[in-house]
């Protein structure tokens, strides 16, 4: 879905012009037009049109250029490091470095076709036949960016792998405390579990940092388009992509948190166990230690959604459904416990 603004915010279309008619030459043959994409986290997405061609522009959010500038270069960079291996992502048109242009710097890309499937009204007219087919791709994707090497895509220092789970495990811990207006049952128990049982390093693996059904793009073959959405993309450890998408499916099942993202919840689509099976096969990665990684995966989820409640607390969110989400910070704790101790996923 996306939101018509006619002349968005953020994004001057004759200064754009102008830059791509010296970067890309002949690529424009009329006035633009534009319009942001609804369900962004925090960098904006444009679809931008000159009537004839259709293409993304993506640029840090309004407001806040010095603090995620950055951004732009990273995903920049991840995005154009994997074009040339199986790992499907648009293809880049160019980057503007400087903020001189819209105010902020940006990339412009392709528009790849498909739907990001979020909600389970989506899938279900699929049928459940499809709706497998097309979490089996979500899966075999993930494995697929997990097995490049960082350093044979120029990636090798675009992270820091060693020590990645522990500082992992203390960056949500400081998340969670900066967000502290009530009493958490067991969050700080799983703090304890978690921060006295981090497994050795991993070999380094590219990981994007929040993949899910509806960062992708499905198209009418029900193959995968294009990933999107890099911003968290580092190298680190691998598991804790496969973990943050399982502890999305558990999440789902809640009544909140199907308000959120639903899509797994149609028939059909991969159970927890078929999605730790196909992965494993794919990618030939051990998958030992998963506990941990779920308990994790959980612990950030609740650092992300605890987050969202305190600042709905303090009148700095609008819109439907942000009071809800402070109802998902116990369970998810709970469920990362569990996950810990082995007797749950």
């Known amino acids: ?186 969050v700080d128990e799983l703090f304890g579990i978690l921060v006295s049982s981090v497994p050795p390093d991993r070999p380094p693996a590219i990981v994007h940092g929040d993949y899910r059904l509806d960062n992708l793009l499905i198209d009418e073959a029900d193959a995968v388009t294009a990933v999107l959405d890099w911003e968290m993309a580092t190298i680190g450890d691998a598991l804790t992509d496969l973990a943050l998408m399982l502890a999305y499916h558990r999440m789902a099942r809640l009544e909140a948190g199907a308000v959120i993202a639903s899509a797994s919840n149609a028939e059909g689509f991969l159970t927890e166990d078929g999605i730790l099976e196909a992965y494993a096969r794919r990618s030939g990665n051990d998958l030992e230690h998963v506990g941990f990684y ?13 987050g969202i409640y305190f600042r709905h607390l303090g009148g700095q969110t609008v819109g439907a459904g942000f009071d809800r989400l402070g109802s998902l910070t116990e369970p998810l704790i709970q469920a990362g416990i569990a996950s810990c101790k082995g007797s749950s996923r």
């Not at 968005?8 to 994409?37: K, M, S, T, Y």
């Not at 779920?294 to 992300?304: D, F, M, R, T, V």
Request: charged share 25%; hydrophobic share 40%; glycine share 12%.
């Open 1 to 186: 879905m996306t939101i018509d603004l006619g002349s968005p915010p953020g994004l001057d279309l004759d200064r754009l012009a102008g830059f791509l008619d010296r970067e890309c030459p002949g690529l424009i043959n009329g006035p633009l037009q534009a319009e942001v994409f609804d369900g962004g986290k925090s960098n904006i997405t444009y679809r931008v049109t000159d009537g004839q061609g259709q293409w993304v522009v993506r640029r840090p959010p309004l407001g806040h250029v010095l603090a995620t500038a950055h951004d732009m270069m990273r995903e920049h960079r991840v995005i154009a490091a994997l074009a040339p291996t199986p790992v499907p992502v648009p293809g880049i048109l160019a980057l503007c470095s400087e903020p001189e242009v819209i105010g902020a710097p940006f990339y412009v890309m392709e528009l790849m076709p498909g739907i990001p499937y979020r909600q389970r009204e989506q899938l279900e007219p699929l049928g459940p036949l499809r709706v497998r087919g097309i979490s089996t791709r979500m899966v075999e994707v993930l494995a697929d960016l997990h097995t490049v090497n960082p350093g044979e895509v120029g990636l090798d220092d675009f992270g820091r792998p060693e020590g990645f789970l522990a500082r992992q495990v203390q960056r949500w811990k400081k998340q969670l405390d900066a967000s502290r207006s009530r009493e958490l049952p067991g």
């Open 294 to 306: 779920l308990g994790l995966a959980y612990y950030k989820l609740a650092g992300i959604l605890e």
